[in-house]
């Protein structure tokens, strides 16, 4: 290669610098391709995830029952060690749900109507929760608990 290089005029430093660019090339083309796909199946599965079907929301509106676990130390209105089961109805137009506590077994005779399942809003003996379609339950924007199937 040295012979071929010199017959040419090319000095032996000049070919290996040229080698050295060009592999310098290829590497940053192939960085450029791996972060362009990269980005791309990330904003696929955002798009993905959008578009999912909030199962709770569907499952609350249709009048299913769903159980709320509530996380320890993070002073629910529950204790961490009681879950919720949560039915809701349509009363007019509102919501209203009815609650029982798992260490206690009937219904509460008390049902409060601020909640909107329809909104991601349920309402858990008068105090609004939030929940998203992961299941999620949150006060004030902070995790309080977990929706779970019965």
Known sequence: MVVAGRALG?????????????????????????AVASLAIGLALRV????????????????????VRFFCGVHAVVDCNVSV????QRRDSAWCE????SDQGEVFTTHW?????????ISIFGV???????????????????????
Not at 85 to 88: E, L, N, Q, S
Not at 98 to 101: D, E, K
Not at 131 to 140: K, N
């Open 98 to 101: 009815n609650l029982q506590r």
């Open 128 to 150: 609004l929760h939030t929940f998203d379609r992961f299941g999620a339950v949150r006060v004030d924007d902070k995790l309080v608990g977990q929706l779970l199937l019965e």
């Open 48 to 67: 993905h995830q959008s578009l999912g079907r909030d199962v709770w929301r569907s499952r609350i509106v249709r009048g299913e029952p769903v159980v």
């Open 10 to 34: 090319i000095k032996p430093d000049d070919a290996s610098r040229s080698r050295k660019r060009s592999a310098r090339a290829r590497t940053a083309g192939a960085l450029i391709l791996v």
């Open 85 to 88: 089961r949560i039915t809701y």
């Open 113 to 121: 109507c601020n909640g909107n399942p329809e909104r991601g809003t």
